[in-house]
């Protein structure tokens, strides 16, 4: 009987101190994330007020979500107007033609910063209609499987990004660049 409670005690006390005292990285064991929950996956958008044109769009890929990061240098603190959503199909903004984006569900991105300088007409952002992004490439992603650029359109840019199936989504507004994060799941 008494080799059984000291078995026991000895079991609980190797529990407790094993996961109190010992770092997950130091026992060897993976990181585990604490993703987020709640982002949803309806309508996101947000008022701008300037007109800064768009600079470079680049992604990322983190624990819980991929990221994709529309910049327009020199733009102020909720210059940006943007809006976000699922569709069944992107259609360019002004001809209406169909532009095919790869993965279970798209996402439409428009952003109030044109693809040119307002002022000149001179492009500022080297996307080409219907072509994947220039300098972006989501092999590998866990949620991102494809770009595309649609074009600008009266001022403001509409890009497609193609995700494995519909997941919640983020976006944040910040001075000069607009964040849109992708979950990895539900």
Same mark, same amino acid.
């Given at each position: 009987?008494?080799?059984?409670?000291? #078995?026991? &005690?000895?079991?609980?006390? %190797?529990?407790?101190?094993?996961?109190? #005292?010992?770092?997950?990285?130091? &026992?060897? /064991?993976?990181?585990? #994330? &604490? $993703?987020? %929950?709640?982002?949803?996956?309806?309508?996101?958008?947000? /008022?701008?007020?300037?007109?800064?044109?768009?600079?470079?769009?680049? =992604?990322? !890929?983190?624990? $819980?979500?991929?990221?994709?990061?529309?910049?327009?240098?020199? &733009?102020?603190?909720?210059?940006?107007?943007?809006?976000?959503?699922?569709?069944?199909?992107?259609?360019?903004?002004?001809?209406?033609?169909?532009?095919?984006?790869?993965?279970?569900?798209?996402?439409?991105? !428009?952003?109030?910063?044109?693809?040119?300088?307002?002022? =000149?007409?001179?492009?500022?952002?080297?996307? !080409?209609?219907?072509?994947?992004?220039?300098?972006?490439?989501? %092999?590998?992603? !866990? /949620?991102?499987?494809?770009?595309?650029?649609?074009?600008?359109?009266?001022?403001? =840019?509409?890009?497609?990004?193609?995700?494995? /199936?519909?997941?919640?989504?983020?976006? %944040?507004?910040?001075?000069?660049?607009?964040?849109?994060?992708?979950?990895?799941?539900?």
């Amino acid at each position: 009987m008494r080799k059984n409670g000291v #078995a026991v &005690a000895l079991v609980l006390a %190797t529990g407790v101190l094993g996961t109190t #005292a010992v770092p997950a990285a130091a &026992a060897g /064991t993976a990181r585990t #994330a &604490a $993703c987020p %929950t709640g982002w949803g996956s309806g309508i996101k958008s947000g /008022t701008g007020t300037g007109t800064a044109p768009l600079g470079n769009i680049t =992604t990322g !890929r983190h624990d $819980c979500f991929d990221r994709m990061v529309l910049s327009a240098p020199g &733009a102020g603190e909720k210059d940006i107007g943007y809006h976000v959503q699922y569709v069944r199909r992107l259609h360019q903004d002004g001809s209406g033609r169909y532009i095919p984006v790869g993965g279970g569900a798209v996402i439409e991105v !428009r952003v109030g910063a044109p693809s040119y300088d307002p002022q =000149t007409g001179s492009p500022t952002y080297p996307g !080409r209609v219907a072509k994947p992004l220039p300098g972006v490439d989501v %092999t590998g992603y !866990r /949620t991102f499987r494809d770009t595309r650029f649609a074009g600008s359109f009266e001022g403001d =840019t509409q890009v497609g990004l193609g995700v494995r /199936t519909r997941l919640p989504f983020r976006v %944040t507004q910040l001075p000069d660049r607009i964040v849109v994060d992708v979950a990895h799941s539900w």
